[in-house]
């Protein structure tokens, strides 16, 4: 099977190293890739959200199957111009990424399921957000009416910064969402789903806040782990029947089915788990810890979901053990972040003993440097027979690399290792 991987991040390296570990892949492409990346696929310099580009490359690398990583293009309508092409693509239709898109039409979707999800108004005049802040609160979640790679959401409990950030928001000429805050600890549940057919991975964790314990500003994720030790089975069975099922039913129902990655982002609050959010991809850091521990061939899995014959296939194996990733992230990430500086100790090839390094944001200098290019600039993944093992996998890894005013989150699932999460 010939893969096209298309995107650029962490996200997209982890899909490539577990498509290469996959033997039915003989042949893998990206597009457009990073230094990391291209190590192990061959890069083309295409634009992943111009449709006819993207075409146009599946159609001369002659890929079985294209993988498509991040929102925008799968929002852009990317899948349907490939599928368009007869070219078997993993990722939903325009329609179906709404999904992700369009909070307006997830929670009509949510409402119509049955699905509990955070109250939410939107505001979209600067007059009406004062009297708005006042409905919703302490603590406020004020968040980006629109793709915004998760750095568009503020939660907190400070009235003044929450009013400042609808007003930035407002002054972009973006709708604010205004939501009722969710308690409780997040989960990221990904699921394979093809119309009705529904197959869990393994829940993660992400970390979305740039500092230690939780602080600072919201991030695109520091980190991530999995599995849940304090999730007990029976909530994944529940947010799997109570939830993804009937969204995937009702997407169904409405004549946009989704075929792809439909991430259900949920707070596991005292009265059950509640949507905060949903996406219509693989979702960036936990990916990266998900399909460290994935033993079935993943080509394999994403090609009968892209083909309609997902109930037809093995559910997904997993190996014994934990998966930690630790994102490296550039100094004042994430605000604009310090780039082209040379990174050193991220060493050659993907893995080494329990820990792998993915690249992010980075760029290979003529001189063979590799150069910092982005916010987020390398994940460390690390391996282990327990969490304890895997975190000091990845942070043994992640302390040999440097990168000048670059800076990690220490406490990736460690308050999962000390007991301190209650559901
Ligand atoms: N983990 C957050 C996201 O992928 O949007």
Request: glycine share 12%; proline share 6%; net charge negative.
């Amino acid at each position: 099977m010939r893969v096209l991987v298309i995107g650029s991040g962490a996200r997209e390296h982890a899909l490539v190293l577990a498509l290469r570990r996959d033997p039915a892949v003989t042949a893998l492409f990206a597009a457009p890739g990073n230094a990391g990346i291209a190590q192990h696929a061959q890069v083309r310099p295409v634009d992943p959200c111009a449709a006819e580009d993207v075409v146009a490359l599946a159609t001369e690398v002659d890929a079985d199957l294209v993988v498509i990583g991040p929102e925008v293009p799968l929002v852009l309508g990317v899948a349907d111009a490939l599928r368009v092409a007869g070219i078997p693509c993993f990722g939903p239709s325009a329609a179906a990424a709404r999904i992700e898109g369009s909070k307006a039409f997830a929670k009509d979707v949510m409402s119509a399921a049955g699905v509990r999800t955070a109250h939410s108004e939107v505001v979209d005049n600067p007059a009406e957000l004062d009297d708005a802040l006042d409905r919703f609160g302490p603590t406020w979640v004020v968040k980006d009416d629109g793709l915004a790679a998760g750095k568009g959401v503020v939660v907190t409990a400070d009235r003044s910064a929450a009013r400042e950030h609808g007003a930035e928001l407002l002054e972009q000429g973006h709708p604010v969402l205004l939501e009722s805050f969710l308690d409780g600890p997040e989960v990221s549940l990904f699921c394979l789903v093809d119309g009705e057919t529904v197959v869990p991975l393994l829940p993660a964790q992400d970390h979305k806040r740039v500092g230690d314990g939780d602080t600072g500003p919201n991030t695109g994720g520091m980190g991530a782990y999995t599995p849940l030790p304090w999730l007990p089975e029976e909530t994944v069975t529940a947010i799997v029947e109570d939830v993804v099922r009937p969204v995937a039913a009702e997407l169904v129902r409405r004549g946009s089915g989704f075929s792809g990655l439909l991430y259900a982002g949920l707070a596991i609050g005292s009265a059950g788990p509640a949507v905060v959010e949903f996406n219509c991809r693989f979702g960036d850091p936990e990916t990266q810890a998900v399909l460290a521990l994935l033993d079935s061939p993943l080509g394999e899995l994403l090609y009968a979901t892209a083909t309609g014959t997902l109930a037809q296939v093995e559910p997904p194996r997993w190996r014994d053990g934990a998966a930690v990733t630790v994102v490296l992230a550039a100094e004042n990430y994430p605000g604009r972040p310090r780039l082209g500086d040379a990174i050193s100790g991220a060493g050659e090839g993907a893995s080494d003993g329990n820990a792998t390094v993915l690249h992010a944001g980075t760029t290979q200098r003529e001189d063979g440097a590799l150069i910092s290019a982005g916010g987020r600039v390398l994940n460390v993944v690390g391996v282990g027979a327990n969490l304890t093992e895997a975190r000091a996998s990845a942070y043994d890894r992640i302390a040999a690399i440097k990168l000048p005013g670059s800076h990690y989150r220490t406490d990736i699932g460690l308050a999962a290792v000390e007991n301190r999460i209650e559901v």
